[in-house]
C-alpha cells in the first residue's frame, strides 16, 4: 500500500495500480523495453492490474512477460468496461494510468487518474479525465517509486 496525505485532497490510500496494456504499456502489440522491471519494483506495494481490448492479439505473450493476467474487455462500452473494473476494485484504492480516449472514464473513476504522453499519442478525453498528466509511462510509474511527488503536484 501507498499511503499519501494529499493537502486539499485528505488521506489516500492506493492498494490497486490498474494500467492499460496498449499505447501505455506496449506499442504496436510489444512491451515496452524496461516496462518488466519497472512493474516489478512495485509489486511490493500495490496489486497490479492490466486492462486492455488485445487491440495487437498478442496479450497472451505480455502476461507471460509479467507474470500476471490481463483483464480483457469486450470489443464495444470499452471505457465503461474499464471503469467497472475500477470500481469493482473499489476506485478509492486505485491508481490508473493510461493514454487512449477507451481509458478516460476509467481514469476518472480512480482516486489518481495518469495520463501518459505515449508514441501513439494522447487523446484528450483521458487528459481532461486524468489527475495528471505526465510524459511517459517511466515517468508514471517512477512516481509511485517516490510518492512524494504525487504529493506535491496535487496538492491543492
Known amino acids: 500500500m501507498i499511503e499519501l496525505n494529499i493537502p486539499g485532497r485528505g488521506l489516500v490510500q492506493l492498494e490497486y495500480l490498474v494500467c492499460d496494456v496498449s499505447g501505455t504499456l506496449a506499442l504496436d502489440g510489444q512491451l515496452l523495453d524496461g516496462i518488466a522491471r519497472a512493474l516489478t519494483n512495485l509489486r511490493d506495494r500495490l496489486e497490479l492490474h492490466l486492462v486492455t481490448a488485445d487491440t495487437h492479439g498478442r496479450q497472451a505473450i505480455i502476461d507471460q512477460q509479467l507474470n500476471l493476467k490481463a483483464h ?3 470489443a464495444n462500452h470499452e ?3 474499464k471503469a467497472a473494473f475500477i470500481q469493482s476494485l473499489g476506485a478509492d484504492k486505485v ?14 473513476a480512480a ?3 495518469v495520463c501518459v504522453f ?5 487523446a ?3 487528459l481532461l479525465a486524468a489527475d495528471l498528466v505526465v510524459t511517459d509511462i517511466f515517468t508514471a510509474l517512477e512516481l509511485l517509486e517516490k510518492p512524494i511527488r504525487l504529493v506535491a503536484t496535487l496538492r491543492k
Open 124 to 126: 484528450v478525453e483521458a
Open 72 to 74: 480483457r474487455i469486450q
Open 111 to 113: 482516486q489518481i487518474g
Open 79 to 81: 471505457a465503461e468496461q
Open 95 to 108: 491508481i490508473a494510468i493510461g493514454q487512449g480516449a477507451n481509458d478516460a472514464a476509467m481514469l476518472k
Open 118 to 122: 505515449s508514441r501513439e499519442g494522447a
